[in-house]
């Protein structure tokens, strides 16, 4: 059964038949109380204070009203006043606190099953990146420790590290092993660069430290890390990560590189699909790219997404149940969306800018399309104070705009998919049996 929600839902529904596509919008608006201000009987002070009992008086009378004035204009509780303003339930969206990856790769990176050992490295490398936002007096010491400790477990878990590397890659991981310890790029490099108190170099260095954390935990990552519930099994499903090439191609006008130099009619985007948080939408979605059922398709913008035409009549598409992955637990939810207003969070989030992710199904937001997905231009201005879309956790997403993303806010609607590849991942694509293969099966 699906949760209630409380506040602002944005789902993409299909075309209508006048061709107007637009998102259906549910909102309900946060009732502010707002208290009666009465004029004090008394407003001077009273003859006989001293000096300094007046002055803390004025200073009391200045603070409360400062405290009603924010009370009325601020949408959050104050200490000792009415809290009932926004429920405690709600207070995820609204807590700047709130920590979900802020860029595809960061999300891609922590979704991979790996190594507990890989695990804590990369925890203890990704808080130095919230460390380097700090503008001024940045803890480097704090950042040193944290490098001390990812080389601590680096050098005291090589042997499981290595462990979990299959056979046949073994050789890679070493070499990468290596590099990630004292290659140039490396975690002794990234002590030296904190040393030197050199912000530009840390973050460089940081982020090649992180590329070889990620390469490795995919190593370790063969497979899916859980088995699928026996309904799916029949599923097409993607056990690993995939990259797929999108050309798109503008109906009128033309593509300007972000960085200057010529417009072109075309440009093309890579997006890496991730089957080890959604085997079952990257399955399907993977199925169709390579029958080039997305070549030719047409593209339409609505509020904050760029989605593409329900082309579910003319292919043969699987109807994927929703598939959304919470964050600490380690295999996926089916048909149950997240209520991120008690704290529940997904892997994959949908807040960040060039998400992909399935819409719903005509009949059932249980259910994905079998065919039409999405790409979020998430815009803070309309998410809460944490970061956070109204919509998070309700869709599923399964991947992440790596490359060509500043040619997501140049498509227009009239543009076309021109063509849609499977560049990577193939060889992780496992196709059930034809026969088995039922648009609308949940079971055999």
Same mark, same amino acid.
């Given at each position: 059964?699906r949760?209630?929600?409380?506040?602002?839902?944005?789902?993409p529904?299909?075309?209508?038949? =006048?061709?107007?596509?637009r998102?259906?919008?549910? +909102?309900?608006?946060?009732?502010?109380?707002?208290?009666?201000l009465?004029?004090?009987?008394?407003?001077?002070?009273?003859?006989?204070?001293? %000096?300094?009992?007046?002055?803390?008086?004025?200073?009391?009378?200045?603070?409360a009203?400062?405290?009603?004035?924010?009370?009325?204009?601020? %949408?959050?509780?104050?200490?000792?006043?009415d809290?009932?303003?926004?429920?405690?339930?709600?207070?995820?969206?609204?807590?700047?606190?709130?920590?979900?990856?802020?860029?595809?790769?960061?999300?891609?990176?922590?979704?991979?099953?790996?190594?507990p050992?890989?695990? /804590?490295i990369?925890?203890?490398?990704?808080d130095?990146?919230?460390?380097?936002?700090?503008?001024?007096?940045?803890?480097?010491?704090?950042?040193?420790?944290?490098?001390?400790?990812?080389?601590?477990?680096?050098?005291?878990?090589?042997? =499981?590290?290595?462990? +979990?590397?299959?056979a046949?890659?073994?050789?890679?991981?070493?070499?990468?092993?290596?590099?990630?310890?004292?290659?140039?790029?490396?975690?002794?490099?990234?002590?030296?660069?904190?040393?030197?108190?050199?912000?530009?170099k840390?973050?460089i260095?940081?982020?090649?430290?992180?590329?070889?954390?990620?390469?490795?935990?995919?190593?370790?990552?063969?497979?899916?890390?859980?088995?699928?519930?026996?309904?799916?099994?029949?599923? %097409?499903?993607?056990?690993?990560?995939?990259?797929?090439?999108?050309?798109?191609?503008?109906?009128?006008?033309?593509?300007?590189?972000?960085?200057g130099?010529?417009?072109?009619?075309?440009?093309?985007?890579?997006?890496?699909?991730?089957?080890?948080?959604?085997?079952?939408?990257?399955?399907?979605?993977?199925?169709?790219?390579?029958?080039?059922?997305? *070549?030719?398709?047409?593209l339409?913008?609505?509020?904050?997404?760029?989605? /593409?035409?329900?082309?579910?009549?003319?292919v043969?598409?699987?109807?994927?149940?929703?598939?959304?992955? %919470? =964050?600490?637990?380690?295999?996926?939810?089916?048909?149950?969306?997240?209520?991120?207003?008690?704290?529940?969070?997904?892997?994959?989030?949908?807040?960040?800018?060039?998400?992909?992710?399935?819409?719903?199904?005509?009949?059932?937001?249980?259910?994905?399309?079998?065919y039409?997905?999405?790409?979020?231009?998430?815009?803070?201005?309309?998410?809460?104070?944490?970061?956070?879309?109204?919509?998070?956790?309700?869709?599923?997403v399964?991947?992440?705009?790596?490359?060509?993303? *500043?040619?997501?806010g140049?498509?227009?609607?009239?543009?076309?998919?021109?063509?849609?590849?499977?560049?990577?991942?193939?060889?992780?694509?496992?196709?059930?049996?034809?026969?088995?293969?039922?648009?609308? +099966?949940?079971?055999?």
């Amino acid at each position: 059964m699906r949760r209630a929600k409380k506040s602002l839902f944005i789902k993409p529904i299909n075309q209508t038949n =006048s061709g107007d596509f637009r998102f259906r919008l549910h +909102s309900t608006s946060n009732k502010i109380g707002t208290k009666e201000l009465k004029p004090c009987c008394n407003s001077s002070i009273d003859s006989k204070l001293n %000096p300094f009992e007046a002055g803390s008086k004025n200073l009391e009378k200045l603070v409360a009203t400062i405290l009603i004035c924010v009370q009325v204009w601020s %949408p959050l509780p104050m200490f000792g006043l009415d809290s009932a303003y926004i429920s405690p339930a709600e207070a995820v969206l609204y807590s700047p606190d709130t920590k979900v990856p802020r860029t595809g790769e960061l999300a891609l990176r922590r979704a991979i099953p790996a190594n507990p050992g890989m695990k /804590t490295i990369q925890a203890s490398l990704e808080d130095i990146s919230y460390l380097l936002r700090i503008p001024q007096r940045k803890p480097y010491g704090t950042m040193e420790s944290n490098v001390k400790k990812a080389l601590k477990v680096a050098m005291d878990d090589k042997d =499981s590290i290595l462990a +979990s590397i299959p056979a046949d890659l073994k050789d890679k991981g070493s070499e990468m092993y290596a590099s990630l310890v004292d290659g140039k790029g490396g975690l002794q490099a990234l002590i030296t660069s904190i040393k030197k108190q050199d912000p530009d170099k840390v973050s460089i260095g940081l982020a090649s430290s992180l590329d070889t954390v990620a390469e490795l935990e995919l190593l370790q990552a063969s497979g899916l890390s859980f088995l699928l519930p026996e309904q799916y099994i029949n599923y %097409p499903r993607l056990a690993g990560r995939g990259t797929v090439e999108i050309t798109i191609e503008k109906g009128e006008g033309t593509f300007t590189a972000e960085a200057g130099g010529d417009q072109r009619k075309s440009a093309t985007i890579q997006v890496v699909i991730d089957g080890y948080s959604a085997p079952l939408t990257t399955g399907n979605f993977a199925k169709l790219v390579t029958s080039g059922a997305y *070549d030719g398709v047409k593209l339409n913008t609505v509020n904050q997404a760029v989605i /593409t035409e329900d082309g579910s009549g003319k292919v043969e598409g699987v109807s994927v149940p929703l598939e959304v992955m %919470p =964050s600490g637990q380690f295999e996926p939810l089916y048909r149950t969306p997240l209520s991120v207003q008690d704290g529940e969070l997904p892997v994959l989030p949908l807040s960040v800018y060039g998400a992909v992710a399935m819409a719903h199904s005509e009949n059932s937001d249980e259910y994905s399309s079998p065919y039409q997905f999405f790409f979020y231009l998430y815009d803070k201005r309309n998410s809460g104070l944490g970061g956070l879309s109204f919509d998070e956790g309700q869709f599923s997403v399964f991947g992440y705009t790596t490359a060509g993303r *500043d040619i997501l806010g140049q498509i227009k609607t009239g543009d076309i998919i021109k063509s849609a590849k499977l560049i990577e991942g193939q060889d992780r694509l496992i196709l059930p049996p034809q026969n088995n293969n039922n648009n609308n +099966s949940s079971s055999t």
